[in-house]
């Protein structure tokens, strides 16, 4: 006790011994260093701004505490970057790659924004230098096949509509191995049983990657189990939209938490070129900080 007391009124309290040897004079040698995780004080400030921008997000109090204690220990970095670790720890992102060969099948309610988000989807792969192909299964909504061909005219990739299960089996089967599909849908109620039922069918009917689509800024009760049962349907991984509407983000951190691969992708502009990012927990950190932390 009196060589740690003397240790630290040398070194400072977050001095620790590593080790003590007999010296010949049968004294003892001390070696001892500053352990770091000790020394470094975490910041209020940092913890203080997390925790308002968390609660004004809508974030429940054992998330946003979970979020910030492992936000927390990277204090030295930047909020952004903090914040990002933290919900890294917390929620799971996945975002999509242009070298998966999977063909992708957009679901999700009504109001979501499938539609535009598989123009993006397929402006990105066709700048990208790839080969894509647009599906339609939506044949119900006013217009929704048309709105689909008319950005497949624009992009000048292959267009077609698929009529059930069956038919868009048969569609995906007969496509080149080298194409990028990407299948838009009809608005499914999650809450509608008969809903579920045509979309587990339809998912069921090809090998594609069905990827939930849902407008940010949805209450959060809703939000949280209406991913659940898109969870239950197989979708793993979500597309985030509308993020430039609206305020709170609460809702779309608990999808990154219900899903098994988390966020994909952030509809941040309605602009079909450019207004689709990655999700990565710092996109989500910086949307989720107000202007003026750093």
Known sequence: MEAMGLVRAHLGPGAVIVST???ESGGARVTAALDEMKAAAPSPRLAKALAEALAFHGVPAAASEAIIAAAIPHHSESAHQALARGLASFGRFAPLNERERRALILVGPPGSGKT?????????????????RLITTDLVRAGGAAQLETFAKILQTPFETADGPQHLAAALAAAPPDERIIIDTSAANPFSTGDRRELDALI???????????????????TQAMAEIFRDLGCARAIATRL???????????VAHRLSRGLAEAGIAPDIADGLLPFTPLLLARLLLPKGVA
């Open 21 to 23: 040897q007999e010296d």
């Open 116 to 132: 535009a988000t598989a123009a993006k989807l397929a402006a990105r792969a066709v700048l990208a230098g790839h080969r894509v």
């Open 204 to 222: 069921g009917g090809g090998d594609a990657e069905p990827i939930l689509v849902f407008a940010a800024g949805g209450d959060q009760a809703d």
């Open 244 to 254: 430039d509407a609206v305020r709170r983000l609460g809702a779309v951190l608990d």
